[in-house]
């Protein structure tokens, strides 16, 4: 990680430590950057709808412009899109704007590369040697400045896309909740394509609603739906729609983990699952493990974060991936994790099953989980804390390999996180908090 950028883009609260300045120098320096090795390099651009999306997207794009290169604007997309776009229609790389599941008055920058991927490390260093002023910006002269221009072409391209790899949804109801985010634009008319008879909840973003009290991080919202239509399935996304999560037809909810499971499953069936592998991160829970251990599937565990996901996946060619959060990655189809291909993946694993969801859950078992984050003002230290250390051990000892303890720091926030997994929730709240309460002095 670097000084702005952490493992999912510059992410921060608008104005404050995330301003409008930083846009507009990250334009000049993608513009600088890219203009050294393309003449009038094509960015493609797209925001989430968040209030301070089109300030930042304004101030990106001049800089770019000022620069030398041109963007093509999608206005409202999801990330996935962009990575998609940047392939499809060879761009020089892609730019989303967007805080993920963070509340509204936070926001973001995530850069793909030209091959669709998060940007490599050597030019987002570099990136940052232009914000921190080492390196000045390169300014176009007369007909080499560059251009905005709108992309609405590159929505349908990115629609269309997904409604070919979807099944036939006919006769299926299905509950979306939409998270008053980016799924707004294009989740629907997939849908409607594929004929789905659809029940919609927060599709009316305003700037400031985006993940309030819905979406992935608030799924009960979609369990009521569910169960009060008599749904099939339904499916919560978080703000630009990269991931997604699922309630099945007994109101249940379908983490990552569950989709993991039954897609490796469905691909295993088909022989798609490439070297009878998926890829997890340490937060996937101790009952996926078991249940994959049953089945003969053989897996391995990163660090989390979807990029580490991704770098696993595609240095051994394994073909499924994904973080417990509802980041899965189906390597066939995308480079990154798209919210709304994996729920059409998982429709497909129910259209061809032919059973209901939750029967296709049964067996796995997920255990009990306590996640607690602890506020601290110095990561590293509270990390290497000797009462944490400490205390760790003794919960290591009680759980006795019926359970786990995870501790680490957030990627992207001054937090540590700390999670317990055992066979009783009082147990999992107990040993959380033993730990929890060793950071006190570090608290902010």
Do not use: W
Not at 41 to 51: N, Q, S
Not at 59 to 87: E, F, K, M, Q
Not at 214 to 239: M, P, R, W, Y
Not at 411 to 430: F, K, Q, S, W, Y
């Amino acid at each position: 990680m670097g000084k702005y950028f952490g493992t999912d883009g510059f992410r921060g609260l608008v104005n404050s430590n995330l301003k409008v300045e930083y846009a507009f120098k990250i334009g000049e320096a993608l513009g600088t950057i890219y203009s050294e090795k393309v003449n009038k390099p094509k960015f493609v651009i797209g925001r989430d709808t968040r209030l301070s999306g089109t300030m930042l997207l304004n101030a990106l794009a001049a800089g770019i412009n000022a620069c030398g290169g041109d963007c093509y604007v999608l206005d409202v997309t999801t990330t996935p899109s962009i990575s998609y776009l940047v392939i499809e229609k060879k761009f020089d790389a892609g730019i989303m704007i967007s805080a993920s599941h963070n509340p509204y008055y936070d926001n973001g920058i995530k850069l793909i590369n030209s091959i669709g991927e998060k940007m490599e490390e050597e030019t987002i260093l570099t990136i940052e040697e232009y914000i921190d002023g080492i390196l000045e910006p390169k300014l176009a002269k007369n007909d080499f400045i560059g251009i905005t221009i709108p992309y609405d072409e590159g929505i349908k391209l990115y629609e269309n896309h997904l409604i070919n790899l979807g099944p036939n949804l006919k006769g299926l109801r299905i509950g979306l909740d939409l998270a008053n985010g980016s799924a707004s634009r294009s989740a629907k008319r997939i849908f409607e394509a594929l004929g789905a008879n659809l029940f919609v909840i927060n599709d009316n973003p305003d700037g400031v609603n985006i993940n309030t009290n819905c979406g992935s991080t608030h799924i009960e919202g979609l369990q009521k739906l569910v169960i009060e239509n008599k749904l099939d399935i339904g499916f919560a996304f978080d703000g630009d729609a990269d991931r997604c999560l699922g309630v099945d037809n007994c109101g249940n909810i379908l983490s990552g983990d569950h989709i993991l499971y039954l897609s490796s499953n469905y691909l295993k069936a088909i022989n798609e699952l490439n070297k009878n592998v998926v890829v997890t991160t340490v937060m996937s829970n101790f009952g996926l493990y078991k249940a994959f251990d049953e089945l003969n599937t053989s897996y391995v565990k990163t660090k989390v974060g979807d990029k580490y996901v991704y770098e696993e996946m595609k240095k051994h060619d394994y073909s499924l991936g994904g973080e417990q959060s509802g980041h899965i990655i189906y390597y066939k189809h995308s480079k990154t994790g798209d919210g709304i291909l994996t729920s059409l993946m998982v429709l497909n694993v129910l259209v061809n099953s032919k059973v209901v969801i939750s029967q296709l859950c049964k067996d796995l078992v997920i255990y009990p989980q306590v996640l607690i984050n602890v506020k601290v003002s110095d990561k590293l230290k509270a990390l290497n804390d000797e009462n944490l250390i400490k205390a760790s051990k003794e919960i290591e000892a009680k759980l006795n390999n019926k359970g786990r303890l995870l501790i680490r720091e957030s990627g992207t926030e001054p937090l540590i996180r700390i999670m317990v997994e055992a066979e009783t929730i009082e147990l999992c709240n107990e040993l959380a908090l033993k730990a929890a309460n060793t950071l006190n002095k570090y608290k902010i």
